[in-house]
DNA sequence: TCTTGAAAGTTAAACGCTTTACGAAAAAAA
DNA sequence: TTTTTTTCGTAAAGCGTTTAACTTTCAAGA
């Protein structure tokens, strides 16, 4: 026999596929003796009931689509850890959606999920095209951005504050004395938001803004080193690199060793994400920690709620960063700043 | 109105509904007006068809299940890309589930991917439930095996060649004239192997093999530092420790820096995978490369074939690991050994 | 002119569940 | 005993597709 149906254990058990349904369902009204026979005859037929027809008319198919750039990507890959954990403990399976920043990728995954009847989507920053998400919603499926904001959308929303996250790192590079203070920043939406955060604490410690120590670029490793290139390469290099994500700041890292310049003596370097990379380059890297596991644990709490329609109003959760010292920044070197910082 | 089902396409277009599913299978038969007609209608009222509906006929669902310990380990993350990649190539969805080793959850996803009539199952090593994978078989759904082999049972198997691999880096260790070259087992299966190899390798070149200088550990960064700390510790403690993981061999690596010791100076460290960890770390590890792209791809063609029953035997595909050099390998610090070597 | 056959569609059943409305039997109340 | 509840179940419709079998139309061949 094939997979067994309903049928089969309805048959076998002498009752009709209606008890065999609500004994698997739990719904009441049923003696023990017949909840019995029915889980006996489950259990000696090997039956497994079959979810897609049950989503099919319970119109749920308790499965929640992501779109990200990469799973690859550490960064990602631990948030999407965190996701399964927690759509799991839901009762909710994912489907991951690599788009590698490709509007193709994204438009094809858009509807992929969409045929699937996936009863809700999270999707993250490096997500392009506005447009798809105008079709998601269309099509009442419940979304939440994460590390994302789309203004002219009113979505369900769960991020780091950028702008504190930015702050925070210039401050403590400023702290330790750090007069030129570089970043690069990553071609996504979070940017401008850490970067006005860079600027106001800039402001606040009496430095200077120079448009000359900021660069923007992909997140690449190799992207992050050219850019740090570019900065040691400047008439007066900072002493300080505040990199946008982990990838870029271990990019940096290279740059600066390979010129045989120390971390930190000579240069520190801050990162962002605090993925598992953090721990592994040397020297261990400094970084403004994303709590990736609460953002997963918001997010789907966010999501189902929306799919559940429990809550209506849309709800935008900020989470806080934190600053993860570890052994790429020191104190400032002051010999090798030339230039004194008017102000 | 709600999302528009193939009758409102169908009523709209002024066709049966056959005519619309016919369309959109491209199954012959309709005047190019026709197709026309529905196509337009289609594309109006943005009508994405349910594949949850068409699972139900088609008896397929298009959908894979991947069963690993963790999908943020990068070396996970990084197969998963692969199938995620493609899979999609070949019109499959993955679901993703990450069982920490554990038998509960392996028997908790077994039971959802049976339940959720996924066409096919990868399984990666790490699984320890055999009799899941029977039930699995027993309800007809083809397995590929990753990395793991299980003697019971006649699988799929795509996997790297262990043996070669062990013995390959032993090989490149003892050449650079290592003669006490320890070895950080994982507690998996594909380990077996790889200590085989590790000891035709000394065999070949007339290393002695000394039990003290194999030990087994679980892959976390934690117990690889504690494993190479015990081989540190030994009375005549190793040249070049050959770690069967990179995540073990980074433990390994902060174990040998924590003591002051020099890599590649004192100590040689070689890896497994060549995961993107070990182009992180400092210095940059030397390591077995796991074909990812391709062990991908086998899985993905091995596991289709068996479910478009196009392939009636089961193969075993070995792929063959390489050697790749970095920076935490070199020449043997003779000074370093005390006792010579018998033979 | 009549027959055939291809082309273009349609009808209706089936897929494996959930759920609503309803019925019979047993238990409780009168 | 009769009536009313409650308990335990069942029948049947519906979810949105696919597909096998069938019908209609029309051009071509005999």
Redesign the pocket.
């Given at each position: 026999m094939?997979?067994p149906?309903?049928?089969d254990v309805a048959k076998k058990a002498g009752?009709?596929?209606?008890?065999v349904?609500?004994v698997?369902?739990n719904?009441g009204?049923?003696?023990n003796?017949?909840k019995e026979k029915v889980l006996d005859v489950m259990e000696e037929l090997k039956?497994y009931?079959?979810s897609v027809?049950?989503s099919?008319?319970?119109?749920r198919t308790q499965t929640i689509g992501l779109i990200i750039p990469d799973i690859s990507s550490p960064f990602y890959a631990e948030f999407a850890r965190s996701l399964e954990d927690w759509g799991d403990e839901k009762g909710y399976s994912i489907i991951i959606c690599s788009t590698d920043y490709n509007e193709k990728k994204e438009k094809k995954y858009v509807s992929l999920l969409l045929r699937r009847r996936v009863d809700g989507i999270i999707i993250s920053s490096g997500f392009n095209n506005v447009d798809l998400i105008k079709d998601i919603i269309q099509q009442e499926i419940p979304v939440v951005l994460v590390a994302y904001n789309i203004d002219s959308l009113q979505l369900n929303t769960v991020s780091v504050d950028d702008y504190r996250g930015g702050y925070q790192a210039t401050a403590y590079l400023a702290e330790l004395g750090h007069k030129r203070i570089a970043i690069i920043t990553e071609t996504v939406q979070s940017s401008a938001e850490r970067i006005r955060g860079y600027q106001n604490a800039l402001n606040d410690y009496h430095l200077i803004y120079d448009e000359n120590l900021l660069t923007e670029s992909r997140a690449t490793f190799e992207e992050g080193e050219i850019q740090a290139e570019k900065l040691l390469n400047l008439e007066e290099p900072p002493t300080a690199i505040f990199a946008f994500n982990d990838i870029l700041a271990i990019g940096a890292m290279r740059a600066v060793l390979k010129r045989g310049l120390k971390i930190p003596e000579d240069i520190s370097i801050v990162g962002f994400d605090n993925s598992v990379l953090a721990t592994i380059c040397n020297p261990t890297l400094t970084t403004m920690a994303q709590p990736l596991n609460d953002m997963g644990k918001e997010a789907i709490g966010s999501l189902i709620s929306e799919i559940e329609g429990t809550v209506k109003r849309k709800q935008r959760i900020l989470l806080l960063p934190e600053l993860v010292k570890r052994h790429s920044t020191g104190p400032a070197n002051l010999k090798s700043n030339k230039r004194e910082v008017k102000n």
């Open positions: 094939q997979q149906t309903i049928y009752v009709s596929i209606a008890t349904s609500g698997i369902n719904n009204k049923y003696s003796k017949t039956y009931p079959s027809a049950s099919l008319t319970a119109k």
